[in-house]
């Protein structure tokens, strides 16, 4: 038997709301890197790779029937970083914005794009939900601190050079150094 799937989902308006409820009723483990196919199973979104989609598409997300289909292109998301912001950003459609529209999205790498989607607030929304969802705040609090704290005792200095911990931080929570990057700009740790 799989995964219990929420039946009685409600909406998420951020990801914090939903990792929180995951982590309350036990259904995910709230350590890094958040394990986001499990995510999508918990929340009854069928997770399929698919070979026929355009080149330019990244992935999509239909609501037509009953269970959600998330379908990722293969050879858009052959970075495994890339494949999970993918899967994030379409989690991050079915809970911000499934009752916007019927059919559901279709994303390409400009609709992915931080620069790009800006003007698009739904793509927006659903990019920053990602980010939220695959980096949370006070999993990166912690583990940034863990980080800083093996490197000080390792090197017996008093910093770490930022690069250095922007790319072990993504290693640990299985994202690109410039999605953690933004992200660690984004809540203030980085200037």
């Known amino acids: 038997m799989g995964e219990p799937v929420i039946r009685d ?4 308006s951020n990801a914090y709301d939903l990792l929180s409820h995951l982590d ?3 259904k995910i483990d709230f350590n ?14 069928e997770v399929n790779d698919d070979y026929s989609l355009t080149s ?3 992935g999509t997300i239909s609501f037509q029937k009953e269970t959600p289909i998330v379908k990722i292109n293969p050879f858009q998301n052959l970075y495994k970083p890339r494949r999970r912001f993918t899967l994030a950003h379409e989690i991050g459609h079915f809970c911000l914005h499934k009752n916007k529209s019927e059919n559901g999205f279709t994303d390409s790498i400009h609709s992915m794009s931080r620069t790009e989607s800006y003007w698009n607030p739904v793509e927006s929304e659903a990019n920053s939900f990602a980010a939220q969802l ?22 017996n200095t008093e910093t770490i050079p930022s690069q250095h911990f922007i790319e072990s931080m993504a290693d640990k929570f299985e994202v690109s150094s410039k999605a953690m990057e933004y992200r660690l700009r984004n809540v203030g740790i980085l200037k």
């Open 32 to 45: 890094a890197p958040i394990d986001v196919d499990k995510v999508a199973s918990v929340l009854g979104i």
């Open 9 to 12: 989902f409600k909406d998420y």
């Open 56 to 58: 330019d598409t990244i």
């Open 24 to 26: 309350e009723t036990n």
């Open 134 to 155: 695959l980096m949370p705040e006070s999993l990166i609090l912690m583990e940034g601190q863990a980080i800083i704290d093996n490197y000080v005792s390792q090197h």
